[in-house]
């Protein structure tokens, strides 16, 4: 008696089923078409140049709200933060990956920035300077000391980014310059993993005399100088569409 009842309502469940899954693929280019033309104004104000797009397509090629950007291999990791937050705040965005491997931010994630530890190295830096032998990537060795401070305040930051990054004054010619804050930079970080602080949370680049201190001549000596920035946010839980590939 009860049979043709329960194979009415599986046929009308099956049924309801069907019409959201292909009502919902029907859907699905417009929606990730609708994305894709609000990212790039986003990207723009995040600091990204024209060649880096989200494209709203899953690995297999099919729409998805789930994009991909592509075109971010040469910005630093701050800006690429920033455009990734950018790209996720747009309503109906979900989880966003690099093309290079970086998964940085997912619509509706809250965002974690412990800038207590920028500040507390900065505060060590304020008075103190860590200072290489003229002309280069050679730590002094009154540097050192100062090198392990800093390395315990970045210590309750771990599992962020930290981004180092080296100055020089202008005094010598540009390529020459962005070639030793860079030397630079990647010292203080070699320093930093032998102090135990994790290489894969590390970045260092050198921007040579483009960004003097405010309000010093750009060939004033104390322009020579290494910042410290965190940069990134907590890891999130990847789901599978998500999962970064090895940068």
Same mark, same amino acid.
């Given at each position: 008696?009860?049979?043709?009842?329960?194979?009415?309502?599986?046929?009308? &469940?099956?049924?309801?089923?069907?019409?959201?899954?292909?009502?919902?693929?029907?859907?699905?280019p417009e929606? &990730? &078409?609708?994305?894709?033309?609000?990212a790039?104004?986003?990207?723009?104000?995040a600091?990204? /140049?024209?060649?880096?797009?989200?494209?709203?397509?899953?690995?297999?090629g099919?729409?998805?709200?789930?994009?991909?950007?592509?075109?971010?291999?040469?910005?630093?990791?701050?800006?690429?933060?920033?455009?990734?937050?950018?790209?996720?705040?747009?309503?109906?965005?979900?989880?966003?990956?690099?093309?290079?491997?970086?998964?940085?931010?997912?619509?509706?994630?809250?965002?974690?920035?412990?800038?207590?530890?920028?500040?507390?190295?900065?505060?060590?830096?304020?008075?103190? /300077?860590i200072?290489?032998?003229?002309?280069? &990537? /050679?730590?002094?060795?009154?540097?050192?000391?100062?090198?392990?401070?800093?390395?315990?305040?970045l210590?309750?930051?771990?599992?962020?980014?930290?981004?180092?990054?080296?100055? /020089?004054?202008?005094?010598?010619?540009?390529?020459?310059?962005?070639?030793?804050?860079?030397?630079?930079?990647?010292?203080?970080?070699?320093?930093?993993?032998?102090?135990?602080?994790?290489?894969?949370?590390?970045?260092?680049?050198?921007?040579?005399?483009?960004?003097?201190?405010?309000?010093?001549?750009?060939?004033d000596?104390?322009?020579?100088?290494?910042?410290?920035?965190?940069?990134?946010?907590?890891?999130?839980?990847?789901?599978?569409?998500?999962?970064?590939?090895?940068?």
């Open positions: 008696m009860l049979r043709r009842p329960l194979i009415a309502i599986a046929l009308g &469940a099956f049924l309801v089923f069907l019409i959201a899954r292909f009502g919902a693929a029907a859907s699905a929606f &990730a &078409a609708q994305l894709s033309r609000q790039p104004g986003v990207i723009a104000e600091g990204g /140049t024209p060649s880096v797009r989200a494209l709203f397509r899953s690995p297999r099919y729409p998805s709200r789930h994009p991909l950007l592509v075109g971010g291999e040469p910005l630093d990791e701050s800006t690429r933060a920033q455009i990734a937050m950018a790209v996720g705040a747009v309503p109906g965005v979900g989880g966003i990956r690099w093309s290079d491997g970086d998964m940085m931010a997912q619509s509706g994630e809250p965002v974690f920035r412990p800038l207590h530890c920028q500040e507390d190295v900065q505060a060590l830096l304020r008075a103190r /300077t200072r290489f032998e003229e002309s280069s &990537a /050679t730590m002094d060795i009154a540097s050192i000391g100062l090198l392990d401070e800093v390395a315990t305040a210590r309750p930051c771990l599992g962020s980014i930290i981004q180092i990054t080296g100055h /020089t004054d202008s005094s010598g010619p540009e390529p020459g310059n962005i070639a030793l804050s860079a030397q630079r930079a990647a010292a203080v970080r070699a320093a930093l993993i032998r102090e135990g602080i994790p290489a894969d949370g590390l970045r260092a680049r050198g921007v040579g005399s483009r960004q003097p201190v405010e309000g010093l001549d750009p060939t000596p104390a322009n020579r100088r290494i910042e410290f920035s965190v940069i990134a946010t907590e890891p999130i839980r990847p789901t599978p569409v998500d999962t970064p590939a090895p940068r």
